[in-house]
């Protein structure tokens, strides 16, 4: 069982769209046309599109029963096109509005930035808190 660490719009309770699956180390395109969701890994991403963005999810993914994992807390990590100086913020809980350091990186990001969501930790009902083996990755376009 592997936790799958997604970026994503959420509208009230559910989910806006579906979630894409960018596994491995290759940048991952993602088009308008694929909506609001996009999962771990390396991706490219369009200023509107991870403005789009409001939340950092876990799915379990290919496991068959209920059960889900809430964001405890995480790293954010903004590094400016042609410099080593990085910006960081500390995030608590899935929603980036309820962390205003986090959303302000985000506000921040401009094309050729590198946002990263590193050092990620969960929770899940009966189960100890643990990192995240994963971190999410996002080149802005």
Do not use: C, W
Not at 56 to 80: R, T
Not at 85 to 92: C, V
Request: overall charge positive; cysteine-free.
């Amino acid at each position: 069982m592997k936790i799958l660490l997604k970026i994503t719009a959420i509208a009230g309770l559910s989910l806006m769209s579906h979630q894409l699956m960018a596994q491995g180390t290759a940048d991952k395109q993602v088009s308008a046309t694929e909506e609001f969701s996009a999962s771990v890994g390396n991706m490219v991403m369009s200023m509107g599109q991870l403005k789009a963005y409001n939340a950092l999810v876990a799915v379990l993914e290919h496991f068959d029963f209920d059960f889900k994992y809430d964001i405890v807390s995480y790293d954010a990590v903004l590094i400016k096109k042609n410099s080593d100086d990085a910006t960081t913020a500390k995030g608590y809980g899935a929603l980036f509005t309820e962390n205003k350091s986090v959303s302000s990186l985000i506000k921040d990001a401009r094309p050729g930035d590198r946002l990263i969501f590193e050092n990620i930790r969960v929770k899940g009902k009966g189960v100890p808190e643990r990192f995240a083996k994963n971190a999410v990755t996002i080149k802005v376009r």
